[in-house]
């Protein structure tokens, strides 16, 4: 069962790399891994282990990490394949795998027709020509064969066959250099096996979301014309986790955002609720595959403590505290510099300055905040009843949240 207080995790994927005939590194596949030690994926559901890739390449690494200017290879289910706008990728950046499993049928080819009219890149994985494949063939962009299932001789059939269409071959399972020679030799555009590379492990630290969360905030969206964006910003900012995840994407190239975010209900704003539903199933299906309940609690109460004291002063914004507060602990919570956490999320940089450097008016009553959770002295009697009032209320708050997760 899932520790609901773990709010810290770690995540990992693969990438091995995919060469021109120079074999300079022209893409990377991006591998499914379930964790840091693993050297194969250990696949039980292919939902749920796409879904942790893309969430952990766009929401946490970052795409450009990854793969920076090349294209991303990743396999997708049918499950997927069958729902264009469930999957929130980069059309300019990812490639659709489509896997030689996934039933060619007149549903797939009219869910592959519309990826093709939306601007995606289709590939067909470990495949074999057959002439009643013409059509999702004509859809590709790549077919990849399989050298190991196919040996020298089909290998040989299958690019004669498929000389014909528009579309680039990338040859993969090559483990020699007679093996690479011999498909050099063939005129096939790229190249891919342990010959050039194994797959790569990558390992990040990240922030759990807290499953509770996403299926409150399911269940909010399951009206698309008639939700609340006053109702998702509560729950959304319980979830310290949840809000990181969202401002990443906000700060991805996917989204082409170039405001900054400084509050919760602004992010749900600009993501929308389609957006917001497909981020919330694909976090729910990665989380398919000690305790840290002091923690937990800790962030929420720094979180409404600093909205609660903002209020009660009577500054501007309070929503921009609660904000604040939370990602004043991101770096405890992730393991990561605070800098660079920040650094990575669309955040203007008065807010970001306030968080890192205490600056400003945010900065200042981060600063109380937290001298007086710590037992710090607060020279002014007014600051310090404000303080103390809201403190117990912000403790309320989060002891009744904690125990209705």
């Not at 396999?75 to 729902?83: A, G, M, S, V």
């Not at 050298?147 to 071959?169: R, S, T």
Request: proline share 2%; glycine share 4%.
């Amino acid at each position: 069962m899932e520790n609901k207080f773990d709010i810290d995790t770690t995540v990992s994927l693969a990438r091995q790399p995919i060469l021109d005939v120079q074999q300079s590194i022209w893409a990377y596949e991006l591998f499914y891994r379930a964790s840091s030690h693993a050297v194969e994926a250990e696949i039980y559901d292919g939902a749920s282990a796409t879904a942790q890739v893309i969430s952990t390449s766009l929401l946490e690494i970052g795409m450009d990490n990854l793969v920076g200017n090349k294209k991303a290879f990743i396999n997708f289910p049918r499950h997927y394949l069958l729902d264009p706008e469930s999957v929130p990728v980069n059309k300019n950046q990812v490639v659709i795998e489509v896997l030689n499993d996934a039933e060619f049928d007149h549903i797939l080819f009219a869910a592959l027709s519309k990826w093709h009219e939306l601007g995606y890149e289709i590939s067909l994985d470990n495949f074999f020509f057959e002439a009643k494949l013409t059509p999702f063939v004509e859809l590709a962009s790549y077919i990849k064969l399989d050298l190991i299932a196919l040996g020298y001789e089909e290998l040989l059939e299958q690019v004669e066959a498929l000389k014909d269409f528009d579309v680039k071959i990338i040859v993969e399972k090559i483990e020699t250099w007679d093996e690479f020679d011999f498909c050099r030799k063939l005129d096939v555009d790229y190249f891919q096996g342990y010959f050039f590379a194994q797959p790569q492990n990558i390992v990040r630290k990240a922030v759990r979301v807290n499953n509770m969360t996403l299926l409150q905030v399911m269940s909010k969206l399951l009206n698309i014309d008639d939700f609340s964006v006053e109702e998702l910003e509560k729950i959304i900012s319980q979830d310290v986790g949840l809000v990181h995840k969202l401002l990443k994407y906000l700060n991805s190239p996917v989204t082409g955002l170039v405001a900054t975010v400084d509050t919760v209900h602004l992010a749900i704003v600009l993501i929308g609720a389609q957006q917001l539903k497909s981020l919330t199933n694909l976090l729910l299906m990665s989380e398919m595959v000690g305790d840290r309940q002091s923690l937990l609690q800790e962030v929420l109460i720094r979180s409404k403590h600093t909205e609660l004291f903002a209020a009660r002063m009577n500054y501007n914004n309070e929503e921009k505290y609660f904000l604040a507060g939370m990602l004043s602990m991101i770096d405890v919570c992730m393991g990561i510099e605070l800098l660079e956490v920040l650094e990575s999320l669309p955040l203007p940089t008065e807010l970001a300055n306030a968080i890192v450097n205490r600056s400003g008016k945010i900065g200042t009553a981060l600063t109380q905040v937290e001298q007086y959770t710590k037992g710090g002295l607060v020279a002014d009697e007014e600051i310090e009843n404000a303080l103390k009032d809201t403190y117990i209320e912000a403790v309320m708050w989060a002891d009744y949240l904690c125990s209705t997760l």
